[in-house]
């Protein structure tokens, strides 16, 4: 089984992978959309998730 990166070693990986003509902020959203979707996938394992129902109810409540 191979080890878990550290956060250094995923954020040096994501940088090395963008073209050699990205911007600093097209940098930092690809590591913002990467730690984005780190995190969402932690909430999927420890079961931190809301069925579409759910939402849907949710969002039609803001509009009362």
């Known amino acids: ?34 730690r984005m979707i780190e995190r969402g996938l932690a909430d999927v394992e420890a079961g931190r998730t809301i069925s579409h129902e759910e939402m849907g109810e949710r969002i039609a409540s803001w509009q009362k």
Do not use: Y
């Not at 089984?1 to 940098?27: G, N, Y």
């Open 1 to 34: 089984m191979a080890e878990a990166m550290t956060a250094k070693q995923q954020i040096l990986e994501i940088v090395e992978e963008q073209p050699e003509d990205s911007s600093f902020d097209e940098i930092l959203q690809e590591l913002a959309l990467a």
